[in-house]
Every structure is written in C-alpha cells, then in structure tokens.
C-alpha cells in the first residue's frame, strides 16, 4: 500500500492548470471577493503560493464548498505540511468528501500524523470508493490483498 506522500497527487479535484491567463485571474478574483465561492475554489486551487491558496479554501469551505477541504489538503502535501492537511482531511471527512475520506484513510493506513489503525483505514476508503473516488477503488483493491 503507498504511503500518503507516495501517491499521486495530482490526481483527483486538485489538477488544474496553475498558470491562468492574467485577465481570467483578475475577473476570478473580483468574483471571489464579491462572495463567489466557486470563484474561492478556483482561486485556491489555482495559487501558486500555499498560503494564499489556503486563504480562499478557508473562505470557499465556509461557504459551504467540500471539495475545499480536499484540496487544500493536497495542498498542504505538497508543500510537506502533512499535519495541516490531516487536520483539513479530518474536516472533509466528516462532511464525506471522497478526496478527504481516501486521504484520511491512506495517512490511517501508514499510520503518519494519525495512530495506524487497518480497520479504520479500511472503512475510510470504502466510504470513499462508495462517494465515487477512482483511486480510492484501486487502494481498496490493495487493501483487500
């Protein structure tokens, strides 16, 4: 089974482009500061820098945007800032956010930042292989093995 770092992290709700267009970018961010939490999203998910990214996924998570948490998780992955995302993943996983529970579940499954539990792990993953996670089937599939 990959360890958390190990998988593939862009893949899942975080790919996009990270070079937008300057004038999209302008629009993008009048509509986020206006109140567009679609507008947040695609602001944090697009930034370059971590912690302006993570300042319009807080904002777009509290509007109400789920996919926030998984996001800004794989973020905070990226940037080696594994127990912030853990914390963000945890979030998620409460309001059953596929990228969330299947992170939560790998980071159970090595047992890094949270204790080692296979059982919970186990579960985490399913409740995500059931909201739809594709990569989430494939580490069921380890799993299982």
Known sequence: MAEPNDTNLDSGPSRMTRSLPSHFTKALRKEAEDGNPTAMLMLGKSSLD?????????????????????IAGLSLLRANRNAEAVAWFRNGAELE????????????????????????????????VEAG????????????D
Not at 50 to 70: C, F, H, I, K, P
Not at 102 to 127: K, M, N
Request: one cysteine or more.
């Open 133 to 144: 996670h594709r990569e989430a089937k494939k580490a069921l599939t380890k799993l299982q």
């Open 50 to 70: 971590v912690d302006e990214g993570l300042t319009w996924l807080t904002r777009a998570a509290a509007a109400g945007l789920a996919e926030a948490y998984g």
């Open 97 to 128: 956010e596929p990228e969330c529970l299947y992170r939560l579940g790998l980071f159970a499954w090595a047992g890094d930042g949270v204790p080692q539990d296979s059982l919970q792990a186990f579960t985490l993953i399913q409740r995500a």
